[in-house]
């Protein structure tokens, strides 16, 4: 290999190597697991701040926290940020922003509905390129060292590189999901029931399984995905063989699983069931009087789930026993994110942000 071939691999392994130690307190958005350490709310204040949008509606998936800020795509045109009490700024797009964007200290990366991914430089706040895609792109991207991963309707997953410039693509046939990395594996899943698992630096395929689908949850040892009809499937994570599968209350209207390093949580219409995830032995489940209504959430050992009975409840993962709720006013919609101490929940035209009790 020539020198110059030889030092510019060395670099990027270098940057792949830098981006995830760099990481570790942004495992949530590269494992995909809804869950988040820190000291979780057990009492919530009276006081609920809402900060209220005009026209559009804000994102219904779980916003992006960084420096304690959400940042959240919205139905026009717009990735805002909200700050204490109002919104701090934004970074305008096209199209409808459906999933979390990308946030570092350098970069802002989003997709739209626009067939469009967007990348801004968050010093200068100029946008830097564009990329078109041939589907909406309705996923959250990953920024790992120096490449952009992005899956999209076009039934791709897009590898770029910070020049938004196209390294490779992988076709899984069928939309994409959100993909997940560990490990300089990408884990990518898509609605036609389809999970692979790449090289991230040269898309090379290690597995593909026809088993599960949807944005694949980053364990350990095993990935878990939800198949079409709603099951909940292990894989192994080396070999894309099943370990187990859960389907005691498999729903096609199942929303994204939340991992803990104790729990695994399933979550569809009126149901939430916690399962070992080493054997996928149900440990404890729940029923609501309405359907839950986002996925759920998990921070340090209490799991929230947001209902359409107007309520946030939280619950002790370990016993199952609730231990909080916070009225939000109206049926809720949408999936709460946490940081700096508070939970951000997004529900059609209003942020909710949810603060302990003094």
């Avoid at 946008?127 to 959250?140: E, F």
């Avoid at 069928?174 to 560990?182: L, W």
């Avoid at 996928?280 to 009087?289: E, M, N, R, V």
Wanted: proline content about 5%; charged content about 20%.
């Amino acid at each position: 290999m020539p020198l110059r071939q030889l030092i510019l691999l060395t670099l990027i392994l270098l940057s792949f190597s830098t981006a995830f130690s760099q990481q570790n307190d942004s495992l949530t958005q590269l494992h995909r697991t809804h869950y988040y350490t820190g000291k979780p709310i057990r009492e919530f204040s009276d006081v609920t701040v809402k900060v209220t949008v005009k026209n559009m509606n804000y994102s219904s998936n779980a916003p992006a926290v960084f420096g304690g800020k959400p940042y959240i795509g919205t139905t026009k045109d717009l990735v805002l940020v909200i700050g204490d009490m109002s919104i701090d700024g934004g970074y305008s797009l096209k199209g409808s922003i459906e999933s979390a964007p990308f946030i570092n200290n350098r970069f802002m990366i989003a997709g739209s509905t626009a067939n469009t991914i967007f990348a801004y430089d968050r010093v200068s706040e100029k946008i830097l390129w564009k990329y078109k895609t041939k589907g909406a792109v309705n996923t959250s991207p990953l920024l790992i060292g120096a490449l952009v991963y992005v899956g999209c309707a076009d039934g791709k997953l897009y590898a770029l590189d910070t020049l938004g410039k196209l390294k490779w693509s992988y076709d899984l046939k069928s939309p994409v999901a959100s993909p997940s990395f560990d490990d300089s594996v990408l884990y990518v899943g898509s609605s036609g029931g389809t999970s692979a698992a790449l090289n991230a630096l040269s898309g090379k395929e290690i597995w593909k399984s026809s088993l599960a689908g949807r944005t694949p949850v980053v364990g350990p040892t095993l990935i878990y995905c939800i198949n079409r009809n709603g099951a909940v499937i292990a894989l192994d994570k080396k070999t894309g063989e099943e370990r187990w599968r859960y389907d005691e209350y498999a729903s096609s209207r199942a929303f994204e699983l939340a991992l803990s390093p104790t729990a695994l949580v399933y979550a569809c219409d009126a149901t939430i069931g916690v399962i070992d995830p080493l054997t996928g032995k149900k440990l404890w489940g729940t029923g609501f009087k309405r359907p839950i209504c986002g996925s759920p959430m998990i921070v340090g050992n209490v799991l929230y789930v947001p209902c359409s009975d107007w309520n946030l409840y939280g619950y002790d993962l370990s016993t199952s026993i609730e231990i909080t709720k916070a009225d939000i006013g109206f049926a809720p919609y949408g999936t709460p994110a946490f940081g700096d101490g508070k939970i951000f929940y997004p529900s059609k035209q209003v942020l909710y942000t949810f603060e302990p009790k003094e």
